[in-house]
């Protein structure tokens, strides 16, 4: 028995689901109120999932206003926030578009699937922009290392996101990969794609011109993921909660590589008004958004939909999320040519609707009207909420607690300075990732310049002028937890240095807020502080938030994972082989650490490592951050500089052993004046890199950096000839004067050992 | 007139611009060929690219030895037509049987990409004798399932015709018999490699240039002869 609009008329005190399908009380009556009479399933349908936390963004969308309200003015944003991702403009006719999101929660029940979906999800939307997708990272994000549950989750999570991008040919250029036990039970599977088109090629998600044609192709669509967004976005993982397996999606990379293809050759052969992919909501997203942003009109007969499974009710084809699946706008004279491009690519389509001028949308199943809706109702007017929020209880204790050397010891002899940096280099989160990394391709399509374990991931994007983009992600959520406002900036000013510091030149930002649960008020302050932080900070460096995701209810119980707002920042480069690496390559090149180190260790690796968070973190300083912006571009462009690397996780040690390990040759060191061995080796204060300046240009690297104010103290040397003094003769040796001594195969075994011996061989 | 030299594209085949840009590098002109496309546009060689071909469905390789282009290529690679397989493309020359035996899935379960050390073993075929005997060089590997497979009886045949052209060195990273990386059919026009040579045609993106002598090789032997 359909229930049609004629039987909402008919039958108006019909008991309806609307709180199993996740809708409040209000919610419900107000869409009464909007069509004057109760839904229909159908429409209960569509409007459960498209009002749901993770499609309407009720709960964060008063916060996200400030990423516009704020924006700096830019001329670089040629598409902003709204879209299915922003784009931005890199010169010479071409532009970029990037966005990161979540699939935290389906990762989590089904790690394999949940994570392979989250990559095509992201992809669909960069391909839906009329971009071709250049490169996927993955940021990572689990409970403690050597968890049960981890153990059941990562290798999952990894060989899917593996299995799944390296199956559609885009290169994996890095990500992040962070244990601690906030996480365990919510473990957060980000996925970002990036991809480049031509200024002409840019397509919107809006359906225009009365009498064109919605045309869904791809995958046909299936009984998976019916409910995914709403049932698995917004509730939380409890004990006793119901199975919930069959709501995460299957993907089919195959499918989603001839989807790509057979798009980009309709989008440039010119045949589509307007383009929208299918993700969460699918088609009751799909149709609704394209007719809100467009004429305002469309009816769709929804029993054309192709089907993998016949027996599938009108309302489970709407609130399916099968995966690989397009809706495009097409003009009737251009439609027969669409077709054609598709059966090219053996890729199924099939005409569901046309734009219509009535402003409403309308669909039909076998005659009987079962929607007949205002789109801009269901796509872009639901619920708004300003959820109260205030400052933690224990947040004032929680920054009292700093960890100061009475609080926690600290290393001094030169001995545990020594195992201090060997604890380091072989915790989990320092620890080298290649055992994840290596399951991912970073070579397909020839035009990866730098991936993990580089400062950011830098692609080519155009072969004849060298024009490329750099990409990096980064947030410690132990700063934001420690101050939500300053933990946002931190993360953006890390990923910021990191795109620097690779030689480009940052333009724009993305970002992916994992969050706990809105509805308790000490999480919404941690969303609020976190917003808040992060819109100032990109107006003060200049460059705007061209979109991103919100992730909420990332909880089991009362505990909240730490606020992780993971943010990504890309930049862009004229010509890649001015690229900075990490890696020292001669003899002789000299080792400078620019920015200043002061004691600051709360919320840092080596208190992390002591079991402690406490304190306030790192002092923010985004001056400075964009001055050592500007001179690590300089020095790029200009040929000053062999390689470089941020000072971040671990401090000046963590990072001179990554580029020796990176370079496999080794050099000598000695503490500056005036400075604690311990604080100069492990403190993370901010706005530092490390510069590795060739002999001959010392002289005008230095006066660049005294002229522009930036304190520049060198405290190595590249030499390849060490091991022979040091008693080891024939090996790569570090040596920090007066201190200790490391053979580079110490520290690569340190730092190569830990993953494997946790998730097998 | 440079060499004009084809690169099949099937459903799912990834690594085709890599083979186009590498080909290029090494002074002839790609080609691009489509699966369903039952001509060969007179190409002098062709070169399968890696990929997942048609999905991987059935098994690597055994859906697109049936493609439209494939049937005219095993055709002429009987009769002299220079053919290089690189990973998906190596696959799919064993289940066309103009190589012998399998590829199966790497003896540790996992997807792998790593920069491989490998050994040139023989420089008589079309696609290697640029290189000197014994060369060591270091290009891309990157397969889920890349172990080479074969008897006995045809593993000693292969060493004992010269046939095995390059083999891993410093550990063998699939579970590969007796370390194989790529062999080459009795006359050695036909070469099957599971690591990646077009990656590593630019010293900018890949770990060395040590892939371009597989392309160069071919060229000079086409470029001889017309």
Redesign the interface.
Known sequence: MIDSVEAAKTNPLSEQPWAELGLKQDEYESIKKILDRRPTSSELAMYSVMWSEHCSYKSSKVHLRQFGDKAPSTEALLVGIGENAGVVDIGDGWAVTFKVESHNHPSYVEPYQGAATGVGGIVRDIISMGARPLAVMDPLRFGAADAPDTRRVLPGVVAGIGGYGNCLGLPNIGGELVFDESYAGNPLVNALCVGSMKHADIHLASAKGVGNLVVLYGARTGGDGIGGVSVLASETFDADGPAKRPSVQVGDPFMEKLLIEATLEVLHAGLVEGIQDLGGAGISCATSELASNGEGGMHVYLDRVLLRDASLSPEEILMSESQERMCAVVTPEKIDAFMQLCKKWDVEAVVIGEVTDTGRLVIEWHGETIVDVPPRSVAHDGPVYERPFHRPSWQDALQADAPTPERLARPESPEALKQTLLDLISSPNLASKSWVTSQFDRYVLGNTILSQPENAGMIRVDEESGLGVAISTDCNARFAKLDPYAGAQLALAESYRNISVAGAKPLAVTNCLNFGSPEDPEVMWQFAQATTGLADACLELGIPVTGGNVSFYNQTGDTAIHPTPVVGVLGVIDDVDRRTPMAWEDDGELIYVLGNTADEFAGGEWAHLQGHLGGLPPKVDLPMERLLSEIMVAASRDGMITAAHDVSDGGVGVAITEMALRANIGARFWIPDNIDPFVFLFSESTARAIAVIPRTEELRFTEMCAARGMSATRFGVVDSGLGADSGHPDEQVIVFDSLFTLTVDQLREANEATLPALFGG | MSARIGVVTF??S??D??AA?AIRIAGATPVALWHGDADLHGVDAVVLP???S????LRCGAIAKFAPVMSLIIEKAQSGLPVLGICNGFQILCESHLLPGALTRND?Q?????DQKLRIESTETLWTSDFALGQEIVI?L?N?EGGYVASEATLDELFAENRVIATYQGGNPNGSYRDIAGISNKAGNVVGLMP?P??A??A???PTTDGIPFFASVVKSLVGAS
């Open positions: 459903p799912g990834l690594d611009a890599d840009r890696g990929g997942f048609y999905g991987d469905y540790h996992h997807f792998i990409c790593q891309p990157k889920g990646h077009e990656h045609v630019e900018l993106t890949g």
